[in-house]
């Protein structure tokens, strides 16, 4: 399990702004002139953990990124984007935020330790036999990666305790999810209630404001009585492409 890595997606993203091919930018930094890592190991696990969050999505969504980093890579809406693929890589931490997070959320109950991760790890341990095999040093070691990444990302803060805030949701990382909803063949009603939202904690109604927002925008077409729903969305959003 590896962490955020924000240092060295900007450092990457940064690169493929500039227009660098990402065999250019693999071997900058396997070869330590784009990674600061000592140890080719290390910079070769970071390399692939990228890979596989940020390098096999859709063209539409690589793109959508890179751009984000133009507005700043520090910005809201850049690093929203690469926590929204962060956690939809990786399914554990998507289970953790959208299900115990949520709940304390709900709740309001902010507070958050590793014994919240690892007692999910003992929940899932039925279904995942090899959590049983872990030993308890790696199972304190991924809480507190998961924890720290989330904190990067801006849904917890402090350092040695830890508290759920609110992540911003920009816009256009709410048309993003979208997109990526629509291209699953999520329609409708359960457009709204899909647990991606929760990773930036909205509810329902939340959920809603965004979409009338691009409504107003005339990317969508979008209207809501009750539970009707009415979502129209670009044709080309649809491609999974």
């Excluded at 396997?30 to 692939?48: N, Y």
């Excluded at 940020?54 to 690093?79: C, M, N, Q, T």
């Amino acid at each position: 399990m590896i962490g955020a890595l924000l240092p060295e997606s900007e450092r990457v993203f940064g690169c493929l702004e500039a227009g660098r091919s990402l065999e250019e930018i693999r071997e900058m930094a396997l070869h330590g002139t784009l990674f600061t890592q000592r140890a080719l190991l290390s910079r070769k696990r970071f390399w692939t953990m990228l890979q596989s969050r940020y390098f096999k999505l859709p063209k539409w969504a690589l793109d959508e990124v890179i751009e984000a980093y133009r507005s700043g890579p520090h910005g809201r809406e850049f690093v929203s984007l690469l926590y929204v693929h962060y956690a939809l890589c990786d399914r554990f931490t998507f289970d953790f935020i959208t299900r115990v997070l949520w709940e304390k959320w709900s709740l309001q109950q902010f507070n958050v330790a590793n014994d919240d991760i690892l007692k999910m790890l003992d929940d899932c341990a039925e279904a995942e036999p090899q959590v049983t095999t872990w030993t308890e040093a790696t199972r304190v070691k991924l809480a507190g990666i998961i924890l720290s990444s989330l904190r990067d990302f801006g849904v917890l803060e402090g350092k040695q305790k830890k508290r759920l805030v609110k992540p911003v949701l920009p816009l256009k990382t709410a048309e993003h999810i979208l997109r990526i909803l629509t291209a699953e063949g999520v329609r409708g009603n359960d457009v709204l209630t899909d647990p991606t939202w929760r990773l930036f904690l909205c509810t329902e109604d939340e959920v809603a404001h965004h979409l009338q927002h691009l409504a107003l925008k005339r990317i969508i077409h979008f209207e809501r009585a009750g539970r009707t729903v009415v979502l129209q969305t670009p044709d080309e959003w649809r491609d999974l492409r």
